[in-house]
């Protein structure tokens, strides 16, 4: 990680022009499943307009970044920007970083390779926070993974964070499944010290 290679120049070259126009999200996504679907989801107005970025979160850069009011990382169908709409509070050019990093590592269905499996990708995640710091970022993670949530927790609060977790069942909105899963909140404490990026900036308020 580091500085932009080709790939971030070529990410820059095909979708620079749309910055702060009528795109407001990036999504990152790897599945080519998920990919396709998201730009469905796009092309159809169901989800937050923006550009679907299919390359690891390991190879993107803060630069990449640039210009989009919403990140969702590990975007699968596109769930959290879906979320954020129904919420009814949290428009499309409302600032925020969302991401569902994968269960695999920690889930008690799978092998649980925790720490060392290389689809643990919190620390990618976590150093695009720690270079860009978002005001507000939202996750999820399968309640059997404790110890990455005390991870997580503690690296935020550590980028100065201010964190709050729930465990929330899907069986809690009419599933027929528990699905037990923990939500996270972290919001950038600095921004109440007068530090950090202009509120404008922060919120991604628009003149209107």
């Given at each position: 990680?580091?500085?932009?290679?080709?790939e971030?120049?070529?990410?820059?070259?095909t979708h620079?022009?749309r910055?702060?126009v009528?795109?407001?999200?990036?999504?990152?996504?790897?599945d080519p499943?998920?990919?396709?679907?998201?730009?469905?989801?796009?092309?159809?107005?169901?989800?937050?307009?923006?550009?679907?970025?299919?390359?690891?979160?390991?190879?993107?850069?803060?630069?990449d970044?640039?210009g989009?009011?919403q990140?969702?990382?590990?975007?699968?169908l596109g769930g959290?920007?879906?979320?954020l709409?129904?919420s009814?509070?949290w428009?499309d050019h409302r600032a925020?970083?969302?991401?569902?990093?994968?269960?695999?590592?920690?889930?008690?269905?799978?092998?649980?390779?925790?720490?060392?499996?290389?689809?643990?990708?919190w620390?990618?995640?976590?150093?695009?926070?720690?270079?860009?710091r978002?005001?507000?970022?939202l996750g999820?993670q399968?309640?059997?993974?404790?110890?990455?949530?005390?991870?997580?927790r503690?690296?935020?609060?550590?980028?100065?964070?201010?964190?709050?977790?729930?465990?929330?069942?899907?069986?809690?909105a009419?599933a027929?499944?528990?699905?037990d899963?923990?939500?996270?909140?972290?919001?950038?404490?600095r921004?109440?010290?007068?530090e950090g990026?202009p509120e404008?900036?922060?919120?991604?308020?628009?003149d209107?």
């Open positions: 990680m580091g500085q932009p290679g080709a971030a120049n070529k990410f820059h070259r620079g022009s910055y702060g009528e795109v407001t999200a990036y999504y990152n996504e790897i499943y998920c990919v396709g679907w998201l730009r469905n989801l796009i092309s159809e107005g169901l989800i937050a307009d923006g550009i679907v970025d299919d390359r690891s979160i390991s190879d993107v850069v803060p630069n970044l640039n989009f009011d990140c969702h990382f590990f975007a699968g959290w920007s879906g979320a709409r129904l009814g509070v428009p925020v970083w969302t991401g569902s990093c994968p269960c695999q590592p920690f889930s008690l269905a799978g092998k649980q390779g925790g720490f060392d499996d290389k689809r643990h990708l620390p990618a995640w976590q150093w695009l926070i720690e270079q860009r978002p005001a507000t970022i999820e399968v309640a059997s993974a404790t110890e990455w949530l005390r991870l997580v503690g690296d935020l609060e550590a980028m100065d964070y201010a964190v709050g977790t729930a465990p929330i069942e899907a069986a809690c009419g027929e499944h528990l699905r899963r923990f939500w996270f909140v972290g919001h950038d404490t921004l109440g010290r007068g990026r404008h900036e922060v919120w991604g308020r628009r209107t």
